[in-house]
């Protein structure tokens, strides 16, 4: 096998998972699971975390054909933007359809009803992200139609929150979070149902990670935490009130080692040299891998238990660490995540998010669950 690969630890994910629901409690828990399991591999996460996921979350149709065809058999909803000619799939596959809008939900009534199929539906309100969904002062039309939908099952009605970590007012100039007020939005639209004499669909939902840990009004009858399951918080100042740990280690060997004399660049661009003499070795990883290019002369790895700095352009398929004057050789232990390295570290080297980190290291690097 490759040197360069993601261990990825199943138990780990399990007692996140426990933690998580034991803390929202008696709501259910659906799992996110698209973007390959936020780059986890979703070959290895699915088959073992779905037994325990009361449902399970993709954000488009074609990973939730991917989930069916892997033998997974748990509730899956769609979260993301479906055209009408993505319908039969949903069909097909036993798959849940965020309806976000008058159209999209009108074209899979006609089309349970042709052809005389079930298909469970869950209404998407736009509460505040202007993404996709109906908002709330626009709402009543979706949901008169919705109770009319004699062929489809009225599973769930959710929305999504645009800014669920900010906990201060002052951060945000209103006298309430935004989240909060995403949360008054929705229980409007709530009421629409009350008015009209109608029950509300049975699943209720709001909470992504964010609100999961600081919002729990917004629990309702369950969560979709996505970053929270991997064990990463989706911000740095939220208290850590769940306890829930990382469960990527992404590792390597030393592929070639040698000292190098200073004037000589390293890597394209020759952007780093050396003072005196150094030992530089070459990690056979590089950007294509998702170790990304922006990381240039800022990354860290842990080689042999011990940190070293990143030196010269990242290259697409190999790097260069400066190990000043230690002994380090082919064929040595090196970490790129995990062992003290987090994803946060990888974020801050990057410029991005932890999300972003995970969900690019790509299909190259061999996923190995453990
Ligand atoms: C991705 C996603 C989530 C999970 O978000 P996290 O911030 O990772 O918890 C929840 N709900 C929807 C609709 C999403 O698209």
């Known amino acids: 096998m490759r040197p360069t690969y993601?261990?990825?630890?199943?138990?780990?994910?399990?007692?996140?998972?426990?933690?998580?629901?034991?803390?929202?409690?008696?709501?259910?828990?659906?799992?996110?699971?698209?973007?390959?399991?936020?780059?986890?591999?979703?070959?290895?996460?699915?088959?073992?975390?779905?037994?325990?996921a009361d449902y399970i979350g993709v954000a488009?149709?074609?990973?939730?054909?991917?989930?069916?065809?892997?033998?997974?058999?748990?509730?899956?909803?769609?979260?993301?933007?479906?055209?009408?000619e993505q319908l039969p799939d949903f069909f097909e596959?036993?798959?849940t359809l965020a309806a976000s809008s008058l159209d999209l939900l009108t074209a899979a009534e006609q089309l349970a009803e042709s052809?005389?199929?079930?298909?469970?539906?869950?209404?998407?309100?736009?509460?505040?992200?202007?993404?996709?969904?109906?908002?709330?002062?626009?709402?009543?039309?979706?949901?008169?139609?919705?109770?009319?939908?004699?062929h489809l099952e009225m599973e769930g009605i959710f929305t999504h929150f645009a800014n669920s970590e900010v906990t201060s007012?002052?951060?945000?100039?209103?006298?309430?979070?935004?989240?909060?007020?995403?949360?008054?939005?929705?229980?409007?639209?709530?009421?629409?149902?009350e008015r009209l004499n109608e029950p509300t669909p049975g699943?209720?939902?709001?909470?992504?990670?964010?609100?999961?840990?600081?919002?729990?009004?917004?629990?309702?009858?369950?969560?979709?935490?996505?970053?929270?399951?991997?064990?990463?918080?989706?911000?740095?100042?939220?208290?850590?009130?769940?306890?829930?740990?990382?469960?990527?280690?992404?590792?390597s060997k030393v592929a070639y080692s040698k000292i190098t004399q200073p004037g000589r660049g390293v890597s394209y661009g020759s952007l780093w040299q050396a003072e005196s003499p150094a030992r530089i070795v070459t990690i056979p990883c590089g950007y294509a891998d998702?170790?990304?290019?922006?990381?240039?002369?800022?990354?860290?790895?842990?080689?042999?238990?011990?940190?070293?700095?990143?030196?010269g352009r990242i290259c697409m398929d190999q790097f260069m660490v400066n190990a000043g004057g230690d002994e380090v050789k082919a064929g040595d232990e090196v970490t790129l995540l995990g062992d003290g390295i987090s994803a946060e570290d990888l974020a801050d080297w990057t410029g991005t998010n932890e999300y972003e980190v995970m969900t690019n290291?790509?299909?190259?690097?061999p996923r190995v669950y453990v």
């Open 115 to 150: 052809t005389r199929k079930r298909l469970k539906v869950h209404l998407k309100i736009d509460t505040g992200m202007e993404r996709i969904g109906v908002r709330e002062y626009e709402a009543e039309p979706l949901i008169s139609k919705s109770i009319s939908c004699s």
């Open 203 to 251: 699943i209720r939902h709001t909470a992504n990670s964010g609100a999961t840990l600081l919002l729990p009004q917004s629990y309702y009858e369950m969560v979709r935490p996505g970053v929270l399951f991997y064990g990463v918080y989706p911000a740095r100042n939220i208290e850590r009130t769940i306890d829930v740990k990382p469960a990527l280690t992404w590792r």
């Open 93 to 95: 596959y036993d798959l």
């Open 361 to 365: 290291i790509s299909a190259r690097v």
């Open 60 to 84: 488009i149709v074609e990973e939730g054909v991917y989930l069916r065809k892997l033998g997974i058999t748990t509730p899956i909803l769609v979260m993301g933007g479906t055209l009408s």
């Open 6 to 52: 993601l261990e990825v630890n199943l138990a780990r994910l399990k007692q996140n998972l426990e933690n998580i629901r034991n803390h929202v409690r008696p709501a259910k828990v659906l799992v996110v699971l698209k973007a390959n399991a936020y780059g986890h591999g979703v070959d290895g996460v699915a088959p073992f975390i779905a037994p325990f």
């Open 169 to 193: 007012l002052r951060e945000t100039g209103i006298p309430m979070t935004p989240a909060s007020l995403q949360l008054e939005r929705f229980e409007e639209v709530l009421s629409i149902y």
């Open 290 to 311: 998702g170790y990304f290019r922006r990381m240039t002369n800022q990354a860290r790895v842990v080689i042999n238990g011990k940190s070293y700095p990143q030196v």
